[in-house]
């Protein structure tokens, strides 16, 4: 059995400890070991729902690499995904399905990506490259010689209210573990960070939290949301000292006319606040992450993958909440690998590799192609080395 689950993991040109625990690796693994299970079975169709979700460009090559294999061997792949680029990449015949029904059937060169996402969302979306409009001089948050071992290293950043800065790299790059140090998850063991202009001791979370940062982190269904919990006491649980009576209990009708505030301001669907998480869609469940942490008023947000596992729809009404937070005054920090979501919606962008920042680049003079080839750069060729 070992040497079949070697064969299957070889395929996709994935390296992994076969004895650890599936419960201590990361989104991105967890998602290689799933589509590695699913090539042991001698199936003659395969269905991948949302395959890629965590996925770096470089395992989603491979894995394409591996479905275009299984199809000259005469094995069929249902693909779901909500991504047009991967769609219009590996799909030979498209069916769009909207709101339980079937919208239409079709080849990929009878549509391009706006009827595209017409027909996904019924609604039509305009492109366009985020611009901040109020800039502080100074920054709010400071990053000098930040490092823990066997991560990262020598990071230096800098953020300032009203824009929105982006880190990316490819997995291992080490930007889930600098997101996490900025929250007090991971302390760093060299450095300092500074929260305008005075050195902070960012050593655990409840000192980042202090320090008024927020973080909407990878995985929103293990780490950011209580499933069978209600809505409104997601929303609320940050913030839950607040709500406390002078006679120590509780304050209910407070605390639900908060949760229904940040339900109709970040638009989240849902009949009855007292529902369920787990009943909403993936872009519901997101927006609860977000309203649990703006309900704490933070200075800084830090969000990793914000879109992860999210409809085109919900992926854009969170990039215009993000915007529209950005020109509030909030400094926000978007880490994730989505190339084209780093292009349009950071004024600035930083690209991690092998633990270390290679490369700032403006995002508006900057290629998508440009900055996936910055993404793979040698650390040992900034400052004159190498």
Not at 185 to 193: A, F, K, N, R, Y
Not at 243 to 249: D, H, I, M, Q
Not at 279 to 288: A, K, P
Request: charged share 25%.
């Amino acid at each position: 059995m070992r040497a079949v689950a070697e064969e299957a993991i070889a395929k996709i040109n994935f390296t992994i400890d076969l004895d650890e625990k599936v419960g201590k690796l990361s989104v991105a693994e967890k998602q290689l070991v799933a589509i590695s299970r699913a090539l042991m079975s001698d199936a003659r169709l395969i269905i991948m729902d949302e395959p890629t979700t965590a996925l770096t460009k470089r395992e989603v090559d491979a894995l394409f690499a591996i479905i275009l294999d299984l199809k000259a061997r005469g094995i069929a792949t249902l693909f779901v995904s909500h991504k047009l680029d991967e769609v219009f990449e590996i799909s030979e015949r498209f069916t769009i399905i909207r709101n339980g029904k079937s919208v239409i059937t079709c080849l990929p060169e009878e549509l391009d990506h706006k009827s595209f996402s017409h027909h996904m969302t019924g609604r039509e979306f305009e492109d366009s490259h985020f611009t901040p409009e109020h800039v502080s001089e100074s920054p709010i948050l400071e990053a000098r010689g930040l490092g823990v071992n066997g991560t990262f290293s020598d990071v230096d950043l800098t953020l300032r209210q009203g824009e929105i800065l982006g880190i990316t790299g490819l997995l291992g790059s080490g930007r889930t573990e600098l997101a996490l140090s900025l929250f007090g998850v991971l302390p760093c063991d060299s450095g300092e960070i500074r929260i305008k202009g005075e050195v902070a001791d960012i050593s655990s979370v409840r000192s980042a939290i202090a320090h008024g940062i927020g973080y909407v982190p990878e995985d929103r269904l293990t780490e950011g949301l209580f499933l069978e919990r209600s809505i409104s006491s997601n929303i609320v649980i940050s913030e839950i000292d607040s709500f406390v009576s002078r006679f120590g209990g509780l304050d209910q009708r407070q605390a639900d006319a908060e949760a229904k505030r940040w339900v109709d301001e970040l638009r989240i669907a849902t009949p009855n606040p007292d529902n369920a998480v787990s009943t909403l869609s993936g872009g519901n469940q997101q927006r609860i992450v977000l309203a649990k942490w703006l309900a704490t008023k933070p200075k800084i947000l830090i969000l990793n993958g914000p879109t992860v596992g999210v409809d085109i729809g919900s992926k854009h009404d969170i990039h215009r909440i993000l915007r529209t937070l950005a020109s509030e005054g909030l400094g926000v920090i978007i880490i994730s690998d989505d190339i084209p979501e780093m292009i349009q919606n950071c004024n600035r962008v930083l690209a991690m590799n092998a633990g270390r920042i290679v490369a700032e680049v403006d995002p508006r003079t900057t290629t998508e192609s440009e900055l996936a080839e910055l993404m793979s750069k040698d650390p040992s060729t900034i400052d004159g080395k190498g």
